[in-house]
């Protein structure tokens, strides 16, 4: 069993940074792919990027691709996803999720944090 708990989101103006934190619990927290997505309000939920337990495989949906930045760090079980250059269409919430592979986490992600809110004004 993996909780995750997300938080680092807010309100911006388009232009700034935001980073978003997710901590994980669970011995085995450190072998599961991570990944964010995001979903506006009468929208689809998006995966914004995926890392895999490595590190070595990570990606990044075409629209945040040279504005976002996902990493993680296994000595703290935490996963960060860096938003710079945020525009008002990046506003939605946003969802920290985990599953054994980062193929299975594009599917149907096993976990999921309660997800933190990101709002980017114009």
């Known amino acids: 069993q993996v909780q995750l708990v997300e938080s680092g989101g807010g309100s911006v103006q388009a232009g700034g940074s935001l980073r978003l934190s997710c901590v994980g619990s669970?011995?085995?927290?450190?072998?599961?792919?991570m990944g964010w997505f995001r979903q506006a309000p009468g929208k689809e939920r998006e995966l914004v990027a995926r890392?895999?337990?490595?590190?070595?495989?990570?990606d990044y949906t075409d629209s945040v691709k040279g504005r976002f930045t996902i990493s993680r760090d296994s000595g703290k079980n935490t996963a960060y996803l860096q938003m710079n250059s945020l525009k008002p269409e990046d506003s939605a919430m946003y969802y920290c999720?985990?599953?054994?592979?980062?193929?299975?986490?594009?599917?149907?992600?096993?976990?999921w944090g309660q997800g933190t809110q990101v709002t980017v004004s114009s």
């Open positions: 669970g011995s085995t927290y450190s072998k599961y792919c």
């Open positions: 890392m895999s337990a490595s590190g070595n495989f990570f």
């Open positions: 999720a985990a599953d054994s592979t980062c193929r299975a986490l594009r599917i149907k992600s096993k976990y």
